[in-house]
């Protein structure tokens, strides 16, 4: 499997895990431990850079976590932020072209960007923005360092979590009729195959999200999930064979079922705080 593609899951493991259990804590349905050893658990080790970064240019001396100083751990990053204030947590997913759930300002968006995903923390009268690297140390260790940034405190542009859930069922099947039309030649992978038989019963398994979330949030969640292996695998797929129209008709499937994965994944973390119908 490709490294870089590894580590980008492992980061955006990290910022879904803490969105999903941050905003469970922030909404009391469990305690800071358990969510930061949920986290944990997801990703590895995490540390917050507290201090501001003079290679960062968009960290300032107000970035830094009340009473912390360098590299603290995320338990007490968070605890500090919910003294100061802390509401929710926003998860971002964007991709070149595809700003998702990002408001600015350029710095942070860049270093999003780049990383494919980061977390806005959002305080009464500004945000932080989280961006998270692979923390890598000798043989043995390997975590998430979190970057500190301003972020702004504007509402993302993020549909409901019903129209993400529409689309993502729209994406689903028009993805799985373009990869099965478009190779003839060569046959589906068998582990796609079992991917795609298994969004049938997706949800069955341990939900995705954290405790406290309603259950339409931890079945497209549970969906998306296994959708986001699908684009992954499926991106990997031998293209011999076939011709110019196949291969873009397949990436343009694949392009827009990562959209919407994306997307629904975002809408589902931020469910936690919409009302109980």
């Known amino acids: 499997m490709d490294a870089g593609a590894d580590r980008t899951g ?9 969105c999903a259990w941050g905003n469970a804590w922030l909404a009391g349905h469990v305690g800071l431990d358990e969510a930061v050893d949920a986290v944990e658990q997801a990703a590895g080790p995490q540390i917050v850079v507290a201090s501001p970064d003079d290679r960062n240019p ?12 360098g ?19 926003r998860l971002a997913l964007p991709v070149p072209g595809d700003p998702l759930g990002l408001t600015g ?11 494919e995903c980061a977390v806005v923390a959002v305080l009464a009268d500004h945000a932080v923005g989280f961006v998270p690297r692979v923390d890598l140390r000798g043989s ?3 975590g998430v360092r979190w970057e500190v940034s301003v972020a ?3 509402r993302p542009d993020v549909p409901s979590l019903p129209e993400a859930e529409r689309d993502l069922t729209m994406a689903m099947r028009e993805a799985t009729e373009a990869l099965v039309t478009v190779n003839d030649v060569a046959p589906v992978p068998p582990e796609i195959a079992d991917e795609l038989m298994n969004l049938r019963s997706a949800g069955a398994d341990e939900p995705p999200l954290a405790p406290g979330y309603p259950p339409r949030a931890q079945r497209t969640a549970a969906r ?3 959708l986001a292996t699908v684009v992954r695998l499926a991106r990997r797929m031998d293209a011999r064979g076939l011709d110019a129209p196949q291969m873009r008709r397949r990436d343009e499937a694949l392009r827009l079922l990562d959209r919407a994965v994306r997307r629904a994944v975002v ?3 931020d469910s936690v705080f919409d009302p109980v119908p």
Not at 71 to 89: H, S
Not at 107 to 113: Q, V
């Open 10 to 18: 492992s980061t955006r493991d990290a910022a879904t895990a803490l």
């Open 58 to 69: 968009s960290s300032g001396p107000d970035l830094a976590l009340p009473g912390a100083a």
């Open 71 to 89: 590299d603290v751990p995320l338990r007490r990053a968070l605890g500090e932020l919910r003294v100061e204030g802390m509401a929710a947590l």
């Open 105 to 115: 300002p350029a710095a942070f968006n860049r270093a999003a960007i780049d990383a």
């Open 140 to 142: 043995s260790y390997a």
């Open 152 to 154: 702004a405190g504007g």
């Open 224 to 226: 998306a999930v296994h």
């Open 267 to 269: 809408s589902a973390c």
